[in-house]
């Protein structure tokens, strides 16, 4: 399996080169010149395997010999990255609502993916246990093994705190998280500049995620830092969902999700059923997208947005416009308003035509704005909807999932929640529906609180506590104690000077 970049289609590198160097020189990112595809035999024959046994079959089909990729060495990684690490057996267990929600006409035959049993509680963990031991095989290949790999990250929250557990101590590498300074909850923030390991640094940036995410695109674009660090003996990389690594591990759960359902009996094989992603750079539910287009019987991909709703209004209207205010919502990893992802759909959505994509991100770049032809538009509707949820909307979520329906809900998850339902009622699909459940609910406690109407305290880490009162849930245990973490990062800069970090 090779692979090409979405805006240079001479670009030809192996799944090694693609996952060692992140992004593609010129800016593109990087996806495999096919899908590979899935047969509902193989579906049917992964039903019976492990979550670890389902993510080496799927993988195996992305990392190929071609890129120096054994069925071995693919094992070892994946039974590293699932196997103790995440705290159900499942890994990313399918759970059902109580009864209440069948007595809902728009809720019934909906089940929960929860991907936020890792050791972040946030779903990246999923990607981030698995790309480190990726990034170790495919530099070693692809470098010759002699060089350092500084992994560099930005973050909306959730991903710092994954990525950096996941590279804590990994020989070899080095990390440097950027995360914006006002942007994050203080639980999230807390995660981060506590983390441990002697390769890690943490970084706030004085902006918001897309100053962030634009600060680290622009290091990896200047051929003068890299050429400094190649003298240095060190290659820039990413754990950013610009990175195909990351992606591929991604792809994995929403085929198991499906296993899960025909082991389960609630579908036969080849039934269609919808998953609804709570989304924000467009990373989880482009993976969605792959899996259908292996083959996994999905009907509708239902993208569903925080009030920040520029893929709404994308999918709706085929113009995807950010001259537009950023909101902070209690959704925080989904505040962004450059959903870097959404370029790979868009790639594929023009037939693999490089130079269109490239066309469309240069406007973006230059004017903020891009429209695709209304040919195009159409196709992507059949197979994508889209919906957003404002603040009182989220807050209503919770509240009815937990009140009527018996389920604890984060905000993103919320989000999710409330966008089902507004497609149900308004296109009357009764498709059998799985919602991703992205983050543990206790990692936005506040929020939570305050959507069930119980007293918040104004300390996060208290709110952790009440929340565990309240619901009569356990606080997971890597969030419990986090109060109590010493602080170990205090730096913050301004978006310009984040480049000066790569001397580290
Ligand atoms: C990152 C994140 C999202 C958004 O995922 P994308 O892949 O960026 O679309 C949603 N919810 C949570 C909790 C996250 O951490």
Redesign the pocket.
Known sequence: MRYTSTRDARVDVTSSQAIAKGISPEGGLFLPKTIPALSLWEIKALAEMDYAGRAEHILSKFLTAEGGWTRDELQEHVRGAYTGTFADPAVTPLVDFGPGAAQNAHMNDVHILEL?HGPTC???DLALQLLPRLLGSAAARSTGGDKEILILTAT????GKAALEGFKDVPGTKIIVFYPSDGVSAVQKRQMVSQEGSNVRVVGVIGNFDDAQNGVKDIFANPSIAAVLNARGRVLSSAN?INWGRLAP?IVYYVSAYCDLLRGEKITAGECVNFV??????????AAFYAKRMGLPVKKLICASNKNRILTDFFETGVYDRSRPFYTTS?P??D?LI?S?LERLLYLAARRDAEQCAGWMRQLAAGGRYAIPPEMLRTLQTEFAAGSCDEQQCAAAIAKAWTKWGYLS?P??AVGLHVLEEYRARTEDPTRSVVVA??SPF?FAGSVLEALGEPAPPDEFAALDALQAAAGVPCPIPLRGLRDKPVRFKETCAPARMAEYTRW
């Open positions: 936020f946030a779903f990246k909306s929250g959730d991903t969902s991604q992603v709570p989304t924000g750079n467009f990373g989880n539910i482009l959704s990893s989904m962004i959903s992802n984060d993103h998850t992205t983050a990692k």
